[in-house]
């Protein structure tokens, strides 16, 4: 028997009198292949374009189609974007988990759902609406097999009418989302939205206690996936050489990226490509690739996902002894193995900040939002090639799949950056050059690219033992030079990465310490446990690694400082440890999640208050 | 009395280079190693045929013929890269700057163990490339273990014989995309001489196979890779003549039944054929003899194959002209107005 079994006893809660107005979560219950995607997206966006802040998050199998797929649409007029535990409304269109959804709403949620599934005889504290989606859908869809995929629409007209939600807006993010050239489609699919609204206002005597109202909280937005945002920031950075091998949750990034770069980076008079882009065999092959690429000067990245990361841990390795920029994107699922593909998880982070064999340390990027996607894949790929070293951005299934509403991204006010590289020019004034000495101090030396045409241009490039000239060493002073200009290097990188975001509050004694998308649940937990129980709680927001001094700063003005991961094994609170000394280490507590979800912020709050106490 | 005493001109190349620049360092191979004779060749056609050496990029992998690119051609850049992706490192670097020259130096157990996927992938792509297979049927660094392209019943020096079939890498080479195939023996000075010249011509992937023995752990009785079992057992199909574009063509009239095939860059690869008829334009007979060879137990050596239409995997990207990773930012960085347009449509 089911644990999620309720008595049926339990009646309806009463109605309260004013509706809640903007501050709701949608789940949509569908099967994947199904064509509810596009119901989905637009039903999202219409809540977007009437100025509510919303958030859309896809919860998909690995799989093609037939298998139960949910998407949580969260309407905030506070802003919260972050995934919310608790479902008010319920659109249930599969037969297979229906049973399940309903079982697990909170008393007084609002069910809209397939009829014949007969949902109601589940629970008597839930409004229930049924709605007949075949009847309702072969009138408006006289082509029976293009039933199925517009039959979902018709939800969207229901909810639109229960929510207020403009029937205008329904209609503009349905044409935005077919464009031009599918305006057919856009029509049939408009006809069943109008259909469920018709419905429902004819059908339905009592609403549900939600409703939308007009906001104008998203004036000048953009609705973007973290890929894309990437992507973007990829082809404003400059990119020349990308190499890639698909792997969810990573694949859409490189996908992006071919069409922006098809579009906007070609030639205008010849037509031809100002990069290239290659599909590579396998991971080892895509940073090999990039690897050369970068060795030879182009600005190069490759895109990929924790197994991927595994396999490229040796030629990662090559890269930080031999000193070759690449910039290498981790769009982190759920881990070890295949682990579950489909679901979100920081379960990467401790693996790559040391990834492959001997001492290895590498930099990362710790996007929160799509703004940063942005920005800091343009930074990323100037870190590169300003200390000669695989850099690693570090997103996840969360931030790159789903859709987020962000600001406009401004236009890159720096200029691209390209490192130390010594050209013929530079090489005829110095007479020539070392490329492993540390000529200013911070670790990195100059290099020269292949195609240099100069006498004194060239050097051999090696992943065994090399002197300060590049030659072949066994030594001991060498190699040990060698390490420790290295591990130089990488404190200098500490003064350059991203500096962390610090909001402290008034007399705080615990903090948190979190990275990327954890960042919206903590920052809703600071406010429930401010507004709710009273708690102060300062928050530092990470944006990259190696740590710098405001972390350990952070820390000591904090009794208790909570590392929030999302993983098992609470990673980064381990790299933590590893990096600072054990009266520090002493004052981190860890909260952790790692169910595949995104982290919503009571599951934060009732974490702290547990540990504290309360 | 004073006598002024004139030194003798320095012997240069047609872009002005002596031999001596196209050296590297000294080798640390075994005295009588293949590899050593390879890396000769290599010196003496890129010094005949005025290659600038300041354009040419060394790849390789690991293993004793991985350690050679640092033995000669030491103007140029070198990669010395991780074990079986030398492909995946000089693919990288072409797209990054297509101008360069691109040598690889690899090994059996590099290409034909741990390397084959990159191998077969980089066939497929048609990289343009000179792809040099050190081949001596044994992993040297790690003292004599069998690679895959050990022969069927070959032994060790400890007697052990391997029972498992090789992978012939000119066939695979010439069933999946690579546009100059060949196979040579590195005591076989002139054929090596014309086939490097060749691939030096050549704008694809040319993959040449050269059997050269390990003196240290597979030149023994037993051994199909040995000195002696390639005196006994090598197949020499053509006599090759190499003639460069910037030679007077007309000079010297072959006699005989010469086929003549120009170059991209306008040198000519004239092949006189010896006992068998063999048309080298003809993928599928070339695989024939292959099979028909090793079924006699010959060692075929000449040139397999050579196509000079088919497109490289850079013509197919249909890339600038330019080396990519040089562009000025203006040519890398859309303008503000393309980001607004993307923003515009996201909204």
Not at chain 1, 240 to 247: N, S
Request: hydrophobic share 40%; charged share 20%.
């Amino acid at each position: 028997m089911s644990t999620l079994e309720v008595s049926p006893a339990v009646s309806l809660p009463e109605q309260a009198s004013h509706p809640v107005v903007n501050d709701f979560s949608i789940q949509v219950a569908t099967v994947n292949g199904s064509g509810s995607q596009t119901a989905n997206t637009v039903l999202m966006r219409s809540i977007f374009q009437m100025g509510i802040p919303v958030s859309g998050k896809n919860m998909f199998p690995s799989n093609i189609a037939g298998l139960p797929t949910w998407f949580t649409i969260r309407a905030s007029k506070k802003g919260y974007i972050g995934r919310r535990k608790e479902v008010d409304i319920l659109v249930a269109m599969n037969a297979e988990t229906a049973r399940e959804d309903v079982l697990k709403l909170n008393s007084g949620a609002a069910v809209i759902y397939d009829e014949p599934l007969k949902l109601n005889e589940l629970r008597s504290d839930l409004h229930f609406f049924p709605v007949p989606f075949d009847k309702l859908v072969a009138p408006v869809c006289p082509e029976a097999k293009l039933r199925k995929l517009v039959r979902n629409m018709i939800y969207d007209g229901v909810v639109a009418q229960l929510l207020s939600i403009e029937m205008d807006e329904i209609y503009k993010a349905l044409v935005k989302q077919f464009g031009k050239k599918k305006a057919k489609a856009a029509e049939l699919n408009w006809g069943a939205c109008k259909a469920g609204h018709d419905f429902a206002a004819k059908t339905f005597t009592t609403g549900v206690p939600y409703r939308v109202e007009r906001m104008n909280a998203t004036a000048g937005k953009i609705i973007i996936d973290g890929n894309a945002a990437c992507a973007l920031g990829c082809m404003f950075a400059g990119v020349t050489v990308v190499t890639w091998y698909p792997i969810t949750p990573s694949s859409s990034l490189v996908e992006s990226l071919i069409g922006y770069m098809r579009r906007f980076r070609h030639d205008p008079e010849t037509g031809k490509a100002t990069y290239a882009i290659v599909q590579a065999e396998d991971e080892l092959a895509s940073i090999g690739m990039a690897l050369g690429g970068g060795w030879a000067g182009a600005r190069s990245m490759t895109a990929t996902a924790g197994p991927g990361i595994s396999l490229m841990s040796e030629f990662i390795g090559l890269g930080y002894y031999a000193e070759i920029p690449v910039v290498v994107f981790d769009v982190e699922r759920v881990g070890p193995s295949t682990g579950l593909p489909t679901r979100t998880q920081q379960g990467d982070v401790l693996t790559t900040a040391l990834l492959s064999h001997g001492d290895t340390k590498h930099p990362m990027f710790f996007p929160c939002s799509p703004e940063e996607c942005f920005s800091m894949t343009i930074e990323a790929f100037d870190f590169a090639e300003k200390f000669q070293t695989p850099v690693f951005v570090m997103t996840d299934l969360d931030l790159g799949m789903n859709n987020w509403m962000a600001d406009g991204f401004p236009y890159p006010e720096k200029p691209i950056a390209r490192g130390k590289v010594l050209d013929a020019a530079d090489l005829d004034r110095l007479g020539g050059f070392a490329r492993y000495k540390d000529v200013d101090g911070d670790g990195v030396g100059y290099r020269t690219l292949p195609g240099t045409n100069h006498p004194k241009g060239s050097y051999f490039t090696r992943g065994s033992g090399h002197n300060e000239k590049a030659q072949y060493t066994e030594r001991e002073d060498d190699y040990i030079n060698n390490m420790d200009r290295l591990a130089h290097k990488f404190e200098v990188m500490s003064k350059h990465i991203p500096e962390p975001l610090v909001t402290v509050a008034p007399n705080a004694k615990i903090g948190f310490v979190a990275f990327g998308t954890s960042d919206y649940a903590v920052r809703e937990s600071c406010d429930q446990l401010r507004e709710e129980y009273q708690i102060g709680a300062s928050y530092l927001r990470l944006k990259g690694y190696p740590f710098t001094q405001h972390l350990l700063d952070f820390i000591a003005q904090h009794d208790r400082v909570y590392v929030v991961d999302q993983n098992r094994d609470a990673q980064l609170l381990g790299l933590m440890r590893l990096d600072f000394e054990p009266a520090v280490v002493a004052k981190l507590r860890s909260l952790r999640y790692y169910g595949g979800l995104p982290l919503d912020a009571r599951t934060v709050t009732d974490e702290i208050l547990r540990q504290e106490g309360k | 009395m004073s006598t002024t005493v004139t030194p003798p001109p320095k012997k240069v190349n047609h872009i002005g280079l002596e031999v001596v620049q196209y050296r590297g360092g000294k080798t640390t191979l075994c005295a009588g190693c293949g590899h050593n004779s390879i890396s000769e060749r290599v010196v003496e056609a890129f010094y005949d045929l005025g290659v600038n050496p300041y354009n040419v990029a060394k790849f390789s992998g690991i293993g004793c013929s991985s350690k050679s690119p640092a033995y000669f051609l030491g103007l140029s850049h070198g990669f010395n890269g991780v074990h079986g992706r030398m492909p995946a490192i000089a693919t990288g670097a072409i797209l990054a700057n297509r101008t360069l020259m691109g040598l690889g130096v690899s090994g059996d157990g590099d290409t034909a163990s741990i390397g084959l996927g990159q191998f077969m992938h980089m066939v497929r792509r048609n990289i343009p490339l000179i792809y040099i297979i050190e081949n001596n049927g044994v992993y040297g660094l790690t003292k004599g273990q069998f690679s895959a392209t050990a022969d069927l019943g070959s032994t060790l020096k400890t007697g052990l014989a391997n029972d498992l079939p090789p992978f012939d890498t000119c066939a695979l080479a010439l069933k999946w995309g690579a546009t100059f195939v060949a196979r040579s023996f590195s005591g076989d000075k002139k054929q090596l001489q014309a086939i490097m010249k060749t691939a030096i011509a050549h704008r694809g992937l040319t993959v040449i196979d050269v059997i050269s023995p390990c003196v240290t752990f597979n030149d023994h009785t037993g051994s199909t890779k040995s000195y002696s079992y390639m005196k006994d057992h090598e197949e020499v199909l053509q006599e090759l003549d190499f003639v460069p574009y910037f030679e007077d063509i007309s000079v010297e009239i072959p006699e005989g039944e010469v086929r003549d095939v120009q170059m991209h860059d306008g040198s000519h690869l004239r092949i006189r054929k010896l006992e068998r008829d063999f048309d080298p334009t003809d993928r599928f007979k070339a695989l024939q003899a292959l099979e028909e060879s090793e079924a006699k137990g010959e060692v075929l050596t000449g040139v397999l194959y050579l196509n000079t239409e088919k497109p490289t995997f850079l013509d197919l990207l249909h890339m600038v002209d330019e080396p990519v990773a040089t562009l000025p930012e203006s040519r890398v960085r859309p303008s503000k107005s393309v980001l607004d347009s993307v923003m515009e449509e996201l909204r």
